[in-house]
């Protein structure tokens, strides 16, 4: 029962700003938005994790619409090294801790 | 930090043979998450240990399939009897206090039963 809904793949040059988009009509309110991205032959890396306000980290910028039901995560200046099966999911802040992950999208990167 | 170390990589086991996987958790990190990674299931939630006590063995395998946490430093998949449907990446993921705190994954050991 997936609960997010991500576009299958994007693609983007080198050096530009991507847009990541991640709908979550149904989210209830103790849901935070988690983002992981998984490279071939590596396990998920943990990008960022929003509730309400827009955060920022080194890796990107997380904007999630203000009813909450979709967010976007936000790379500068992509490189090769970001491309990666990019995955949103949700998840509460207690008793919540087996992840499950759908298909996520598939960011190819052009140099 | 090193991150969330698992050894082997990879393994290669004949049908019938024991394969034990090993998982080294982010330093301070007091839970422990195994999952399994496949083309066609996803990943699939196998066991968590906080605190080196099992909490939820729900995903495992009830034959062949055993999991220990002997000290904080590391956890150990063990699968006796390997088949050829138990191929798959195994990824281990730590946390502070588990539950609802972010996990972090290692980068899995690929498992291929001939």
């Known amino acids: 029962d997936a609960k997010t809904t991500q576009p299958d793949s994007m693609e983007s040059t080198e050096g530009e700003t991507v847009h990541l988009p991640c709908s979550h009509a149904t989210i209830s309110g103790n849901e935070y938005i988690y983002w992981y991205r998984q490279v071939p032959l590596q396990g998920p890396e943990y990008v960022t994790h929003g509730l309400q306000q827009n955060t920022t980290n080194s890796m990107a910028f997380l904007a999630i619409a203000s009813d909450r039901k979709s967010s976007t995560l936000i790379l500068t200046h992509v490189s090769l090294r970001d491309a990666a099966v990019y995955h949103c999911i949700l998840r509460v802040n207690t008793g919540n801790y087996k992840y499950v992950f759908g298909a996520g999208t598939r960011l190819k990167v052009i140099a | 930090n090193a991150g969330v170390i698992q050894t082997p990589r990879h393994k290669v086991t004949g049908k019938g043979q024991e394969a034990t996987l090993w998982c080294e958790p982010i330093s301070g990190h007091s839970a422990v998450f195994w999952y399994r990674q496949t083309i066609v299931q996803g990943l699939e939630f196998l066991t968590y240990f906080r605190n080196q006590a099992p909490i939820d063995d729900s995903g495992m395998p009830k034959e062949r399939f055993s999991a220990q946490m002997p000290n904080q430093s590391h956890s150990t998949l063990k699968i006796q009897s390997t088949q050829p449907q138990d191929s798959a990446v195994y990824l281990c993921?730590?946390?502070?206090?588990?539950?609802?705190?972010?996990?972090?994954f290692g980068p899995g050991t690929r498992l291929l039963v001939l």
């Open positions: 993921a730590s946390s502070w206090g588990g539950d609802g705190d972010t996990q972090y």
